[in-house]
């Protein structure tokens, strides 16, 4: 059961996602041509995140699954996002959304793993300190 409220996270997000695609028009004025591009890339780069910590934090397969099974549920819920919006008046389905969501899962992937490595890195024990007898023996060394 702990394993899931992993996942509660991106579960809130997605439905953010959602209730935002409900409305019929995009809630601010786009200040230039492209910028609901950039709106989707950022949001699902926070799925794609958030994903990520579910995916990693609760599944134990390794780096490449892990990343498949991140990327083609975070590119799924995308695709159900964009027919999602062929039922809303005012809306409707675009595929360089979908792909611009796709990429903002990659990034998003990338930054929760680039994240995810530095804090790893920062405790881990540096040499000086593995010298020192600081360390326990089954380190790994």
Do not use: C
Not at 51 to 62: D, M, P, Q, V, Y
Not at 67 to 88: C, P
Not at 89 to 118: E, F, H, K, Q, T
Request: aromatic share 14%; net charge positive.
């Amino acid at each position: 059961m702990k394993k899931l409220l992993y996942f509660l996270p991106a579960l809130l997000y997605y439905g953010l996602i959602f209730l935002l695609s409900s409305r019929s028009s995009f809630p601010v004025q786009e200040p230039f041509s492209g910028f609901d591009k950039i709106v989707h890339g950022a949001e699902f780069g926070g799925l794609g995140f958030l994903l990520a910590f579910g995916f990693f934090k609760s599944l134990e397969f390794s780096l490449p699954r892990n990343i498949l099974l991140i990327f083609s549920s975070g590119v799924g819920l995308g695709v159900m996002d964009e027919i999602h919006q062929s039922f809303v008046p005012g809306r409707n389905p675009d595929p360089w959304d979908a792909a611009v969501d796709a990429l903002g899962i990659a990034l998003g992937i990338l930054l929760y793993w680039l994240i995810s490595g530095m804090t790893k890195r920062r405790n881990r024990p540096g040499p000086s300190e593995r010298r020192r007898g600081r360390v326990l023996p089954d380190d790994g060394e």
